[in-house]
């Protein structure tokens, strides 16, 4: 009998324990259940987006590979990607073919306005860098081409300043010529050169440094 009275006694602290913050105790379990639920809810409302952008992507493979496509098809879908489905990567790609395939036909502005769509998209420190720094580099190139040059070296810059690819270098370098920065333009080429593995870009990048030179004679 006294062994049960004492174990009995050994529950009372937690009892009043309980029975003290029980209000916060429910509080606490409510809170953690409803965290579960909406990552659950999350979840499965991600995993139903994929699958739709995936569905949607594949119609849009298959309009953008015709002879002759859909544009107006192709800009309903693209806008449905940026608009319902940013966040599963679908966006990203569709984007940056769209863009491509303008810059190639010509359509600079078009173009232009889907890689500053990626850009925005994917700054920040989660950004997908690669994205990021793809968009950036054919954006600059339309920017210099369409005379924009400090929107072109401003998206840029943060590349150009560090130990990058020959291709960057290069781009640097014609945008500070259109500068009339002859020196610093001179070293972008020659960095550039030096990472340059074919004799071609290399040729090219010779010409670029000599018309600099006979320009500032």
Known sequence: MNDIYDNNMRF????KFLDKHKYVLIASVATI??????????????????NEAASIYSKWLIEISKDDPDLIEIDNMLSSFVNDYQDTGYALIALLT???LDAKNGNLDSALVNFNKIIEFTDGYRGNKVFNKLARVSSARINLSNGQVEEAL????????????AYIHELTGDILAEQNKSELAIKQYQLASEKYSDQTSKSIISMKIANLDNGNE
């Open 154 to 165: 401003e998206k840029i810059q943060g590349y150009s300043s560090t130990d990058t690819n």
């Open 33 to 50: 259940l409803l965290l579960i639920s909406f990552f659950v809810v999350s979840n499965q409302i991600s995993k139903q987006k994929h």
């Open 98 to 100: 769209k863009a491509n």
């Open 12 to 15: 009372i602290p937690l009892l």
